[in-house]
């Protein structure tokens, strides 16, 4: 059964790790992430663009697939299934198509409006309860064609957000989505504390996992984040690992075309990656 993010993530906030927000593409990659969790007895948050809902057909397509997956594949660890960045349209969906999660990000309304609609959002998620994540301050990069320009959220904002009772708080520390910059300064940890200390003890996310060095997440998680997005870092390995298999020749190779066989390399390169990040961030056993 599908869980809310809120009571695994207060848990990872007082415990002080983090669990892991993974996107989600296909069938794969949503079997991936659910056996690799449930092998390491890690809580999971399983990540949902509204690019990846569309390109899955449809936010009850997934629903679908993932509750079936948590029954038959006898999946007992924590699992939500969380809209990543989403509308406020996209989040009002997937309340009604039974995620157990989302996030309505407004980091690019101004303040004013970011708070009424994230009001908006709350309300109609706690009457089904369901977690709401908010953002303040954009994160950096590209996703899904939602160009950030990585700011650094302001703590006074973070707090008015907290305090309208969203229940998880992404607030730009200078991270971004996808590679960074050969010239990127790094996670501003100032900021994080100070953000730390104006949403009182709010789980507060860390998007743009990939790539960022191992420290940093560390420091990051004894500063409050509970809860990390990782993206970037499945795709290349899942792509790295399909293209060897190809130019080895193996799709040639008896039936090595068939798809069962062909996407088994990416699939397997997922739950390695996956792995390393729970036990990064201090996850594993904590189901
Ligand atoms: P990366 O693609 O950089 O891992 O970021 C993922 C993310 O933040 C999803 O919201």
């Not at 794969?28 to 092998?39: C, F, G, I, R, S």
């Not at 697939?65 to 349209?89: F, K, Q, R």
């Not at 703590?155 to 992404?170: D, F, H, R, S, T």
């Not at 790539?211 to 500063?223: F, H, N, Q, V, Y």
Request: proline share 3%.
């Amino acid at each position: 059964m599908l869980v809310n993010a809120k009571e695994m993530l207060l848990k990872a906030r007082k415990e002080r790790y983090a669990v892991g927000h993974f996107n989600i593409n296909n069938l794969e990659w949503t079997k991936a992430v659910l056996l690799t969790a449930e092998e390491n007895k890690s809580p999971v948050i399983l990540g949902v663009s509204e690019g990846a809902g569309k390109y899955m057909g449809g936010y009850k397509t997934i629903v679908g697939m993932v509750n079936g997956m948590i029954e038959e594949l006898n999946i007992t660890v924590p699992v939500a299934l969380h809209l990543d960045h989403g509308s406020y349209e996209g989040a009002k969906k997937c309340i009604d198509a039974g995620f157990s999660s989302v996030m309505f990000d407004g980091s690019h309304y101004d303040i004013d409006e970011n708070i009424e609609k994230t009001k908006e959002i709350i309300a109609y998620a706690k009457a089904k309860n369901i977690s709401v994540e908010a953002e303040v301050g954009s994160i950096g990069g590209e996703e899904d064609g939602v160009v950030g320009a990585g700011e650094i959220a302001d703590p006074k904002e973070c707090q008015q957000i907290a305090e309208l009772g969203v229940n998880i708080l992404a607030a730009g520390i200078g991270n971004i989505h996808g590679k960074y910059p050969d010239n990127w300064k790094g996670l501003d940890f100032t900021a994080l504390a100070a953000i730390q200390g104006s949403t009182g003890g709010m789980p507060l996310v860390l998007h743009g996992g990939t790539g960022i060095p191992e420290e940093m997440i560390k420091e990051a998680i004894s500063l409050g984040v509970a809860k990390i997005n990782v993206n970037t870092e499945c795709q290349w390995a899942f792509a790295d690992a399909t293209r060897k298999y190809i130019e080895d020749g193996k799709d040639k190779e008896g039936k090595g075309f068939d798809p069962r066989k062909l996407l088994s390399p990416g699939f397997e390169a997922i739950k390695a990656t996956v792995k390393a990040k729970m036990e990064l961030f201090g996850s594993v056993n904590k189901a």
